[in-house]
């Protein structure tokens, strides 16, 4: 395991209830060094972390830095004045971030992928670990969701395999350096970190440049001005695309009723295989082909992508199918760009059904006003638009943004949306004009999945 920690170690995680940071807590546990950690509040992922052993405190406290504790991880998220990391700063342990760590961790491992892009790296990741683990190569896995297949966001493996998501915000990919690294897209998002789109493109070359000589990058045909991100790489690069020339494409594709797809993949224009997903959406085709072409560079067998992709179901809050109460399909996603937004009104379109209601929690306040224009335009595929109050995530109401303003302007691309209040005000809503045949989509990164959990259980 990493050389940053001495057998005797203490390590603490401040956060530790993430879904990156509880991946990550595991395997140094696993590992036998000693760790625990801190959250806010008592959630199934510590709840596991406590059952494997790991203590988990509840509140940040200054006290909870104890004098035994060696190291501390934080993440982001953590402000500077948190209470925990100002007490190991006055004590002067070692203090790590979350994207350091998973570097040094990822070094271990001679066969690494990591998934990078504005959309689609946890589906993509965990179709890359279920291509991994048809392959029988027992590869240890960290991602953003809960994998059907693995029942966690974590596995780990005992081989040279390893797998993880690559996150831009706070360039946090640029302490990886991953065997084969993918770019699934690069949009406007995270900005009030990154400020401008210049700035995002500068971002993905400098993470396109940590690829080794030996290694490769698989990246999107269809990216703007992609010579600015291959431009000067000394890996291997190879391309995907849906509707361009590429390395990797997909032909003949068929669109099921109930939402699968089937289509041949072609490699420099000769078939390799044919794949049957059961998750819908061309853009999940294209995070297929991404997946096989990383996968295939290690030497997995196109029996093993195909098995492995027929295995995939999809991750906890991808397009999900959530139940059904009086003839109403529910499904649930994590989409917050308008992209996404887009791909998955789309992907719903290819389902068979009636009326289409969106339920989308706006995810904070700065992404909401720089992108009000692009959300706006998003809805084009949704019969029913309803937009709940913006989740604040890590950020405060400063009062020049609103739920009830994106509805009005969504509203002005004559879709019928609306601004209806509360949570308990939608669900009422939706209970008394929703009708049989209708299919729901809760839509956010927040926790607007509760307004279909509570419809389910009407």
């Known amino acids: 395991m990493t050389t940053l920690f001495k057998d005797s170690d203490h390590i603490y995680f401040i956060g530790i209830g993430g879904i990156s940071m509880s991946g990550l807590a595991e395997i140094l546990a696993s590992s036998g060094h000693q760790v625990s950690g801190t959250d806010l509040r008592e959630t199934p992922v510590t709840k596991h972390l406590e059952s494997i052993g790991i203590q988990v405190n509840y509140g940040h406290q200054a006290e909870n830095i104890t004098d035994d504790i060696t190291h501390v991880v934080f993440t982001a998220a953590i402000h500077e004045d948190n209470p925990e990391l100002t007490a190991a700063k006055k ?194 085709i294209s995070n297929a082909l991404a997946a096989i072409a990383a996968a295939s560079f290690l030497g997995i067998s196109p029996a093993a992508w195909a098995k492995g992709l027929s295995h995939f179901t999809g991750t906890d809050r991808r397009f999900q199918k959530k139940g059904e109460k009086n003839g109403v399909l529910v499904i649930d996603d994590y989409a917050h760009h308008p992209t996404e937004i887009r791909a998955t009104l789309s992907a719903a379109k290819k389902v068979k059904h009636n009326t289409t209601w969106c339920v989308f929690q706006p995810h904070t306040y700065s992404r909401t006003k720089f992108l009000f224009e692009e959300f706006g335009d998003a809805f084009f595929d949704a019969d029913e638009i309803i937009v709940a109050d913006i989740y604040a995530a890590r950020e405060t109401d400063d009062g020049t943004i609103s739920a009830a303003q994106l509805a009005e302007r969504i509203a002005k691309t004559g879709k019928s949306a609306r601004y209806v209040g509360g949570f308990g005000e939608i669900l009422a809503y939706l209970q008394a004009h929703s009708k049989a045949g209708d299919l729901l989509l809760t839509v956010g990164a927040g926790d607007v999945f509760k307004i279909g959990e509570a419809f389910l259980s009407l």
């Open 91 to 284: 004590k002067k342990l070692t203090i790590i971030d979350r994207a350091h760590l998973l570097g040094q961790i990822m070094e271990d491992y001679s066969n690494s992928v990591a998934v990078s892009g504005t959309h689609g790296k946890t589906t993509t990741t965990s179709m890359v670990s279920e291509i991994l683990l048809a392959g029988e190569k027992d590869p240890t896995i960290t991602v953003g969701g809960v994998l059907p297949t693995i029942g966690s966001n974590l596995k780990i493996g005992h081989s040279p395999y390893f797998v993880a998501e690559a996150c831009e915000y706070f360039n946090s990919f640029l302490q990886l350096t991953p065997l084969a690294g993918i770019i699934l897209n690069i949009e406007s998002d995270h900005l009030d970190f990154f400020g401008s789109l210049d700035n995002i493109y500068r971002s993905f070359h400098a993470f396109a440049k940590r690829v080794p000589q030996n290694g490769v990058l698989v990246i999107n045909k269809t990216i703007p001005r992609l010579e600015k991100i291959i431009d000067g790489l000394s890996c291997t690069v190879e391309t995907f695309s849906l509707t361009e020339t590429a390395n990797w494409t997909a032909q003949n594709i068929l669109h099921h009723e109930d939402g699968r797809n089937t289509f041949d993949v072609y490699y420099n224009n000769e078939k390799k295989a044919q794949i049957h997903l059961n998750v819908p959406g061309e853009h999940n």
